[in-house]
């Protein structure tokens, strides 16, 4: 069938720009659940924490550079995690 799977994999989320050198913009399919969003700094300090069922959030990040942890929790308890370089 082509049924379209809930969150199956990362594929359904998009994060761009990756790497930036401001922000970046959160999308996905949005189900009409709101997904919980975490910034973390290297060390595992929570930095923002927000819920969202738009589809479409920006994500302001620290001015300083390096590399940042976004992780996402969907309605249905999937967890992701990616990676964000500031440049």
């Known amino acids: 069938s082509l049924d379209t ?9 998009s994060i761009a720009p990756n790497p930036t050198n401001s922000n970046v913009s959160l999308q996905w399919q949005p189900d ?8 973390y700094s290297p060390l ?5 924490h927000q ?4 589809g479409l959030v920006a994500i302001e990040l620290p001015e300083a550079n390096g590399v940042y942890i976004l992780k996402i929790n ?4 999937q ?3 990616f990676k964000i370089l500031k440049m």
């Open 5 to 13: 799977p809930s969150y199956p994999d990362k594929a359904i989320f």
């Open 32 to 39: 009409g659940n709101a997904i919980t969003i975490g910034l």
């Open 44 to 48: 595992g300090q929570l930095l923002s």
């Open 51 to 54: 819920n969202d069922a738009s």
């Open 74 to 77: 969907t309605a249905n308890d």
């Open 79 to 81: 967890y992701y995690t």
